[in-house]
């Protein structure tokens, strides 16, 4: 079935026709409605959502300080560190502070360094250790996935919403097609015989 007889099959519910029923009517503005949800509700959902992460991770890039510290101790792998941080381990770190002091925690760096060595840290403004931020091509990376995500999630609701009112629909014209079924095959069984 071709573009154009899938497209007229689906207009019939538009037009004046006397096959046509109340239901055929509810049902075609609930998919142009549904359709409208997804196109432009999605691209609204995903536009937003999308701008927002980015937001989010300009405010981090911005809020959060590279300082350079000096490890202090060996890094040591954890026994219950996974594969995923193989090559990060956890060693004890010292970075000056804006007053002149000097501050010590517990960081993340590679498991090759050893006491003495220099390493970035990142800091928030109370000083205290954070994770890097995002770079900004993870920042756009990571922004347009939550934003296909949320685009994603509102389609996959309002399908499905339109689907569960669809079945319902189908579900009543059935019974009206049963009920006047009883009403006329009868008499048509009697003309049979």
Do not use: C
Not at 20 to 28: C, F, K, L, V
Not at 33 to 50: D, E, K, N, R, S
Not at 146 to 168: E, H, K, P, Y
């Amino acid at each position: 079935m071709g573009v154009h007889a899938s497209a007229r099959k689906w207009l019939w519910r538009w037009r004046s026709n006397p096959l046509r029923r109340h239901d055929d009517i509810i049902e075609a503005w609930l998919v142009l409605v549904m359709w409208a949800v997804i196109v432009g509700g999605g691209a609204v959902a995903g536009l937003v959502t999308a701008q927002t992460a980015q937001d989010g991770f300009a405010r981090e890039r911005a809020e959060l300080n590279p300082v350079q510290a000096v490890v202090l101790t060996n890094a040591v792998r954890s026994p219950a560190s996974d594969e995923s941080s193989a090559y990060r381990t956890s060693a004890t770190v010292r970075w000056p502070h804006s007053d002149g002091t000097y501050r010590t925690g517990r960081t993340l760096v590679s498991n090759q360094v050893q006491p003495g060595a220099h390493v970035t840290v990142w800091v928030d403004a109370r000083d205290k250790l954070a994770s890097p931020p995002a770079g900004p091509v993870d920042a756009l990376v990571s922004s347009v996935l939550l934003g296909l995500g949320s685009a994603s999630i509102l389609a996959g609701a309002a399908f499905g919403t339109a689907s569960l009112a669809r079945r319902r629909l189908d579900r009543r014209r059935m019974a009206q097609w049963d009920a006047e079924w009883r009403l006329v095959g009868p008499r048509w069984s009697q003309r049979a015989g």
